[in-house]
């Protein structure tokens, strides 16, 4: 998926005009959370993204622990990236490890103007009033899983049916894309 240029620029214009919601008063950031099911496309938007603002990009990816990590994922995010930025602090992470199954190495995520976090969960409801725009991704499963297994390999099937069982629980309580501020489907146009 690549953003259509207007679509960019709109999504840009957005964030830029949008309340700065994270850190303390008079050093507020502003963050935007791209969220969806996996494959979908919010790893590209947020690359794009991170380039036009420019912000740095977390991926959720990075918080997993492995595949049956999707809910303590978005806790890592709020606990070692987005609290210490609330209270005026860089934040650090370590990063997992997929094929090692452990986590490794740390990365730092300084204080910016703007931070792009993008993965599955990261739109939580608990991080709403930190979030100046919420974005929702989303595309059909069959394309979702062909894309996922294109880039993992077909060993991952069941693991990928499993992550999309969670998806939808966590989706369906959460109530991610009924309170996205911007919809797209998984080929960029405004959905």
């Known amino acids: 998926m690549s953003v259509p240029p207007a679509v960019l620029a709109a999504l840009v214009s957005r964030v830029r005009d949008g309340e700065p919601r994270l850190g ?4 507020r950031a502003r963050l935007v959370v791209v969220d969806g099911p996996a ?12 380039d036009a603002l420019p912000a740095q990009v977390v991926h959720m990816d990075d918080l997993y622990e492995g595949w049956s990590g999707l809910r303590a994922g978005t806790d890592r995010l709020l606990a070692q990236v987005l609290a210490p930025w609330a209270e005026g602090r860089d934040g650090r992470y370590a990063r997992y490890d997929w094929e090692a199954g452990a986590f490794a190495e ?11 976090v993008e993965g599955c969960g990261a739109g939580a409801r608990r991080l709403a ?16 899983l062909a894309r996922g297994l ?12 499993a992550w999309m069982r ?10 991610t894309a009924e309170r996205a501020d911007v919809r797209l489907d998984g080929w960029g146009a405004v959905a």
Do not use: C, I, M, N
């Open 24 to 27: 303390p008063a008079g050093d």
């Open 39 to 50: 494959g979908s496309g919010k790893t590209t938007l947020a690359a794009q993204l991170g």
């Open 106 to 116: 740390e990365h730092d995520v300084p204080r910016a103007p703007f931070l792009v």
């Open 129 to 144: 009033d930190l979030t100046t725009l919420l974005v929702w991704v989303e595309a059909p499963d069959d394309v979702r």
């Open 150 to 161: 294109a880039r993992d390999g077909e060993g991952a099937r069941e693991h990928w049916l």
């Open 166 to 175: 969670d998806e939808r629980e966590v989706y369906a309580a959460e109530g």
